[in-house]
């Protein structure tokens, strides 16, 4: 099973920038769709950002259309997700998901333990 590792995580004011890295050492991420999830207290999983391979064509969530932006390093063998004009409601745990077979990007709430998850990094949105 590949081993997902995130990292960037931190506090940030609201307005401010952060960018979040996925990567899994011995795995090829660039082979693989790979997408971002959310989490925030006390609510559930919502899907925030999927990109495909070989095209690394990226969809989003709606309200974070314009301020998110999801890119690979193919060198490097990592996904970021690059998180401008950050709002309170950001605030939550981010999780990196590579799929476990497809290339292009699966509907969200079709994710599941079959792909391979990182144990999520904590974004705070605060003043």
């Known amino acids: 099973q590949a081993q997902v590792v995130e990292s960037g995580g931190g506090l940030v004011q609201p307005g401010g920038s952060l960018t979040l890295s996925c990567t899994a050492p011995g795995h090829d991420v660039n082979w693989y769709a790979v997408s971002w999830f959310r989490q925030a207290p006390g609510k559930g999983r919502e899907g925030v950002s999927c990109i495909s391979s070989p095209d690394d064509k990226a969809t989003y969530l709606d309200s974070v259309k314009g301020r998110f932006t999801l890119f690979r390093d193919r060198a490097g063998n990592t996904v970021f997700l690059q998180m401008n004009s950050l709002e309170p409601e950001s605030t939550a745990v981010y999780y990196c998901?590579?799929?476990?077979?497809?290339?292009?990007?699966?509907?969200?709430?079709?994710?599941?333990?079959?792909?391979?998850w990182g144990r999520g990094t904590q974004v705070t949105v605060s003043t």
């Open positions: 998901a590579i799929e476990h077979l497809s290339r292009q990007c699966r509907p969200f709430g079709t994710w599941s333990e079959d792909d391979y």
